[in-house]
C-alpha cells in the first residue's frame, strides 16, 4: 500500500529554521510530490510542489524563505524552511499522485513558530 511519512517538525523562534522530510513507500511513480499546511479551523494552503523533472512551484507566502527538493533513489522529497515566522504554523502534510492518478496523503508533522 502507498504511504507517505512526514518527520523534522518542531518548535522554534522566529527567523529559525527547520528541514522537513517526507519518505514514501509503496509506489514507484508518481506525477507530483507536494506540500500542504492546515491550521486547526481554516482550510489547507499550498506550500510547495515539484514535479518528476525537478521543476517546483510554490505558494506566495513562503516565496523566498521555503526551498523544496527530492531525492529519487531514497523516494524521498524535502522541505527546507527558513526565516521562519509564527504565521507558518501549522501542521504541514506531504501529498503524493501516483502514476495511476491516485491522491495520497501523509499524516502530517508539526511546525511551531514562536515569537
Known amino acids: 500500500q502507498v504511504e507517505l511519512v512526514e518527520s523534522g517538525g518542531g518548535s522554534v523562534q522566529t527567523g529559525g529554521s527547520l528541514r522537513l522530510s517526507c519518505r514514501g513507500s509503496g509506489y514507484t511513480c508518481s506525477h507530483l510530490r507536494s506540500w500542504y499546511r492546515q491550521v486547526p479551523g481554516k482550510e489547507r494552503e499550498f506550500v510547495s510542489t515539484i514535479a518528476t523533472d525537478g521543476t517546483t512551484t510554490y505558494g506566495n507566502s513562503v516565496k523566498g524563505r521555503f526551498t523544496v527538493s527530492q531525492d529519487n533513489a531514497k523516494n524521498t522529497m524535502y522541505l527546507q524552511m527558513n526565516n521562519l515566522q509564527p504565521a507558518d504554523t501549522a501542521i504541514y502534510l506531504c501529498?503524493?499522485?501516483?502514476?495511476?492518478?491516485?491522491?495520497?496523503w501523509g499524516q502530517g508533522t508539526q511546525v511551531t513558530v514562536s515569537s
Open positions: 501529498h503524493t499522485t501516483t502514476c495511476d492518478w491516485k491522491n495520497h
